[in-house]
């Protein structure tokens, strides 16, 4: 998921996000790594429900990750667009 989309934009939280970024950006990416963490195994908010097709689709966690990943495509300047067709399921 993120790790992905930052592996192949070169923004790797291993290393200092480019020269000419802000704290704005920074701060977009981490507050996605810190959501991800609680969501994730040994999180405080962990629970394998959450990583199904349906959660997905309803689940309030999902949906407030939707929403900080709207803000640091808003933080970046990058459009909010929907996924290339061959990047989606159904594609």
Known sequence: ???HWIS???LRRTRP??????PAE????????EKLATMSR???EFNA????????????HWQQL?????AALDAFGWAVDAPPANLTRGG
């Open 42 to 44: 040994d999180g405080a």
């Open 26 to 33: 920074s701060q977009a990416l981490d507050a996605i790594d």
């Open 49 to 60: 429900e959450l990583w199904t097709d349906a959660a997905l689709k309803s689940s309030p």
């Open 17 to 22: 996000l480019p020269a000419g970024s802000v």
């Open 66 to 70: 939707r929403t900080l990943a709207t």
């Open 8 to 10: 192949t934009t070169g």
């Open 1 to 3: 998921m993120i790790w």
